[in-house]
């Protein structure tokens, strides 16, 4: 069970994978859905203030490198629609948007791209990231299945 766990908050730690991945995992290795769901968000906002920490004071260092012009461009191009007409509430449906490269990373990089404050930015990304991992997790029971 403390193995399955571990599994569980490594899958949600690694960028575009997050609870969009480690609450179907989990699931689906016979874990409880709901502590399941509760871990993997928990972890996925825990791992919030770390991100804003490292894109204030690591991430300039590589800001120049392609990889990271990369990164932030794509977060820009993708978040934009969301965060520039919408504010904190578009921030919030772009972290809740269940889809990779739509989460707690993205959500804490386009907070980054846009100058956003972030105490408001951390509970616009934490709610979204609730939000998805309700929609992750009746996906992954068959809730929508039955639905339609």
């Keep these: 069970m403390i193995e399955k766990a571990l599994d569980l908050v490594l899958l949600t730690l690694i960028p575009w994978i997050e609870l969009r991945g480690s609450i179907p995992y989990g699931i689906s290795h016979g874990l ?9 968000v928990a972890v996925n906002i825990a791992i919030i203030p770390l991100i804003f920490l490292f894109l204030k004071h690591i991430f300039p260092f590589f800001e120049h490198w392609k990889i990271s012009q990369h990164v932030l461009k794509r977060t820009r191009k993708k978040s934009k ?7 904190y509430l578009g921030l919030t449906l772009f972290v809740a948007v269940p889809l990779p490269g739509s989460g707690v990373y993205s959500g804490s990089i386009a907070t980054y791209v846009f100058d956003i404050p972030r ?3 951390l509970s616009a990304i934490a709610t979204g990231t609730v939000i998805a991992g309700v929609i992750v997790a009746l996906g992954s029971i068959g809730i929508f299945s039955v639905i339609l």
């Design 32 to 40: 409880d859905p709901f502590t399941t769901f509760f871990l993997c």
């Design 81 to 87: 629609k969301y965060v520039k007409k919408y504010g």
């Design 119 to 121: 105490k408001k930015a």
